[in-house]
């Protein structure tokens, strides 16, 4: 996936940034599981 020009810093918890993790695929970007979430849920 091309990334778009600028980069923004999000903070989580490590709890948090954890289960983020669970949720993607073995070589998933953070952008590429937050985007696929975001999709699912009809946004």
Known sequence: M??????????LSPKTRDKLKDLGKKGETYEEIILKLIKKSGK
């Open 2 to 11: 091309p990334y778009r020009s600028g980069v923004t810093t999000i903070q």
